[in-house]
């Protein structure tokens, strides 16, 4: 196929391209969805307390946050089929490492290392569809892509439950691992491969500081916090409530 950043695509394969992409990203947030709402029960039995808990899920996003403009920066310049196939290896790797983890801390560094995996596949991702959009309809493409993340999201809360129910808590994590192997696959199987641009690349801070992003940048920070804090102590909450 040819390299959809130096040549016109059809759209067939723009078809094909997204397509691909959806189902990748569908399956990882799909594993991701079920073991999120698992994690602080799961953390509860390991004696985490409420400032553990908010360390475990603190340690995913800061490493996240930390490592995305590097490989943006990189899947720029050298490509981004590579980082989001290591990406979504490592995550799956990562993924298992769950089930021996044994203590606040040790969970705490396996959240770390996969949020720096997770910013190898998601950024990326949105990457991908930035490129084979076609012009003025980015905005349709990048909306319509965005929700194969929530519906993972949404979905996979309760198949985590009925998971845990019937098979107990770690085959959560091995399902998140074989749902992120899936989306590997499928990223081995249909991405291509196209080589970087190089270019002058704008130093992060000046990114951060443009007139142009400043208010979605406090918009996703604000609506990351709200969030976040939602998402991790509700789980909590609710298995206070059923007891």
Known sequence: MHPCNTVQITDADRRFLFISLYVAVFSTMLGIGI??????????????????????????AVSRAL????????SDVCGRRQIMTTGLFLYTVF??????????????????????ASAMVFPIAMAYIGDIAPPGMEGRYLGTFTSSLFLGMGLGPFLGGII??????????????????LALLTCLLYLPWYPGRRREQTPVFH????????????????????????????????????N
């Open 164 to 181: 845990t129910d019937l098979a107990g808590m770690d085959m959560a994590f091995v399902c998140m691992a074989l749902l992120t192997g």
């Open 95 to 116: 993924s298992l490492l769950y089930i021996p983890a044994g203590s606040v801390l040790a969970l705490s560094g396996v959240r770390f290392l996969q949020g720096i």
């Open 67 to 74: 490592a995305m403009p590097f490989f943006g920066r990189y």
């Open 35 to 60: 073991v999120i709402p698992l994690l602080p029960r799961f953390a509860e039995t390991l004696g985490a307390s409420g400032f553990g808990i908010g360390i475990i899920f603190s340690s995913f």
């Open 207 to 242: 990114l951060l500081i443009h007139p142009g992003l400043r208010i979605p940048i406090l918009y996703q920070l604000m609506n990351a916090f709200a969030n976040g804090t939602f998402m991790v102590f509700l789980p909590v909450i609710a298995a206070h409530i059923g």
